[in-house]
């Protein structure tokens, strides 16, 4: 997409929920990484669509895709997101809270691999993954299972500021090597009917179909 392109979007879309621009501009200010404006509208608008109810983030921060997702939940929805960082989820519970949104929030302060095999819900309508790049494979053999027919995983960061794209050199760090791999496993998945798209940093989106 070009630069004018995504100017005229940026212009042409409404502006987002006031605390929504509060925390995006906290996040990028405190340089904690958050997903792009366009990935949360995205994530607005699935959830809307799908009616989503039973929603799990993995991976929390400042909660600016809580945010995005909670705002977009319906009466009886319920989000469950996890990450280890208390002082970041303590700034994402106040703003969900400032929003109204604070009792259809649970955050979970553990690291993820710990938790997700003893986690009991089933039947989720979302996963959502943004945690740690080098166990996206694993978030993922662990996620599907909880998801219902039909359900989303949708994950962040799959083009990797352009780095999944370029030829693997010797000297690639940890995370990158992890994200190519990864986006293999994603889209060949047997279990999915999965895509990349060039949304943000790369957004994954793969409905359950098995």
């Keep these: ?3 004018q392109d995504e100017a005229y979007l940026a212009a042409l879309h409404p502006a987002p929920n006031p605390l929504l621009v509060e925390l995006e501009e ?15 509208r995205l994530l607005s ?7 989503a109810n039973r929603i799990l983030e993995i991976g929390t921060a400042y909660g600016y895709s809580t945010l995005w997702m909670a705002l977009a939940l319906p009466p009886a929805g319920r989000i469950w997101t996890i990450d280890p960082d208390r002082e970041r989820t303590a700034i994402a519970m106040d703003f969900l809270t400032r929003a109204g949104k604070a009792d259809a929030v649970e955050v979970i302060n553990q690291p993820a691999l710990d938790v997700l095999p003893a986690l009991g819900q089933r039947n989720l309508d979302i996963v959502f993954i943004d945690a740690v790049k080098s166990e996206y494979a694993d978030y993922l053999a662990l996620a599907i299972p909880m998801l219902k027919r039909s359900g989303l995983v949708i994950v962040d960061n799959l083009l990797w500021s352009g780095r999944s794209a370029e030829p693997p050199r010797d000297d690639d ?15 060949e998945h047997p279990l999915l009917d999965a895509t990349i798209v060039p949304l943000g940093d790369g957004t994954g989106i793969g409905a359950r179909i098995a």
């Design 1 to 3: 997409m070009s630069g």
């Design 26 to 40: 906290r996040g990028l200010r405190e340089g904690i990484p958050i997903v792009s404006r366009s990935t949360g």
């Design 45 to 51: 608008t699935i959830v809307h669509a799908m009616q």
């Design 173 to 187: 760090d940890e995370s990158t090597r992890a994200i190519r791999a990864f986006n293999r496993i994603f889209l």
